[in-house]
């Protein structure tokens, strides 16, 4: 108890503006999220229908949806692969005590600083049909030109592309914080015992970073299911034909285009259920990273 | 030493290419806006500026009416960040500085719940409720839903775990109060973790782009990011020198404020990942 003051009612009133706030603006409309899962709304009017667990039924025989579930998958195995393939890589290098390294290391946390509309807006720009600097790169090795506003697989790639960049700079500093902590004494000992860089890495520094990996690993999956949808409005509005499609912008359109708020609010709760198994994994990871750090 | 300088070498050179490839869009779209609407066809393009900037800066300002829209996000992204930061301070002082209360757990898990809920979550409530509080097309909309903070909490939390109760126990013994020891020990102690709160809270307020979206519906209102993707759909043929001049501005004061925090982010980082 020593340093702790004996106030008693001081404490619940520091508390009480952010409990009213997360009470007011986060709980009660979960809750409410979940009632309208079950009815079917006429917004404004406060006319409802009771329809049970019809809305999920109608959502998970839909093929919109599910193709709507897959694109979200993939295009969240995309970034979490490309994001952290890349960023691992750069970090590994800008960790080296090189001459200019601190240079670069502030030059990658750039995107970092970037809104996901920003970012997609100069992706589309970056791989204008025309005259994009990414199309005539491609043009010039496999002689094709693909349009991403035609071609849905390839509009996919463009958008893993621009939303895994943005993440990079995020990532970046993360692994370089991660990386300081790997004991030196311990690589040096292992080059010692001859062990090359490759070995040095996989056997050492990789296992060190595992926390920091699989923190990122949740972080950036939560943002390529939740934070991209500027992204995704700004470059390919989910087209074409549905090829970017993903969960959260199939909401907008159900809730906000269509007006259809309870079928809305059952994928909102389905999309409640991925952020909860996310979630969880990442509070069993925090414990973790007490143990390595 | 020679058998080391070659691959040390190379590590420089990738490096340079790996920082290169990934700030190459970013200058990219700083040379295209300030080239005229036909410079931007010529192929190969120019590699030094133009002097079209001012030019297409003007004409987006007029499109879309930029002024106003940063003054929104600026406005926005400052007051979230300010009013998550207090708002966070006082809960992590309430959880670490006095005896345990009753409701103490209930109020921390209520907060790491937060977490969990994203707005996709309840984005259909939220915005009934916006209705009903009169505020669709409000300040207040875009604001202070936004002003509790799990992260800020626990950021703190964790930096007041580590200091020394110690100072508490002087200042007690002192006679000061718990108020008065928060603000002019606890706070100045703080400010690594301040400038990174900061940073990270006004960088994703003034990147939030679905709430603005669907919470606002007049000119005055609209935020900096939603002005992109007007200018953006504004025409079939995509005038990418106007585009990017609204680009630049709107990505000018985010890595403003990037550029001058970075080093508390940096550290408070560090910070939680070291021991």
Known sequence: MEGRFPDRVLPYLLLLPSIAIIVVFLIVPAVEALRLSLFEVAPFSGRARFVGLDNFRELLTSEVY?????????????????????????AVLASQPLPGAGLCRTALLWPYALSPAVAGTIWALMFDPATGPATVAIRAVTGLSPNWMMDGGYALGVVVVAGAWKMLGFNIVFFLAGLQAVPREL?????????????????????????????????????????????????TQGGPGGATDILVYRLYEDAFIAARWGIASAQSILLFVMVGVLTLVQFRFAGRLVFYG | MARARAPRLASQ??????????????????????????????????????????????????????????LNSAGIAAAVATGKIVLSLMAAFAFTYFRDFPGKRVCFVLILVTHMLPLPVRIVPTFQLMHDFGWVDSYQALTVPFFASATGTLLF?????????????????????????????????????????????????????????????????RVVQIGIKMLVATDAQAEWNVIMAGVVVAMLPPLLVLLALQRSFVRSIALGTEK
């Open chain 1, 66 to 90: 599910r193709a709507s579930l897959g694109v979200s998958l993939v295009f969240a195995l995309g970034i979490v692969t490309l994001g952290l393939t890349a960023s691992l890589a750069i």
């Open chain 2, 157 to 221: 939390r964790q930096f007041f775990l580590t200091v020394p109760p110690a100072l508490s126990e002087a200042a007690r013994v002192d006679g000061a109060g718990p108020i008065r020891f928060l603000l002019r020990i606890l706070l100045p102690l703080s400010a690594n973790n301040l400038a990174a709160l900061f940073l990270v809270e006004f960088l994703y307020m003034w990147n939030e782009y679905l709430w603005p979206l669907i919470i606002t519906t007049s000119d005055e209102m």
């Open chain 1, 187 to 235: 690589k040096e000992a292992a080059q010692v015992d001859g062990a090359g860089t490759g070995r040095v890495f996989w056997r050492i520094t990789f296992p060190i970073l595992s926390p920091v990996t699989f923190f990122l690993l949740v972080m950036n999956s939560l943002y390529a299911f939740f934070e991209v949808f500027g992204l995704i409005d700004v470059m």
């Open chain 2, 13 to 70: 050179a990738l490096l340079a290419l790996a920082a290169l490839v990934v700030v190459f869009p970013v200058l990219y779209a700083a040379q295209i806006s300030t080239l005229t609407f036909q410079e931007v066809f010529v192929f190969p393009p120019p590699l030094l500026p133009g002097r079209a900037f001012l030019d297409n800066l003007r004409e987006a300002w007029e499109k879309v009416g930029l002024g106003r829209l940063l």
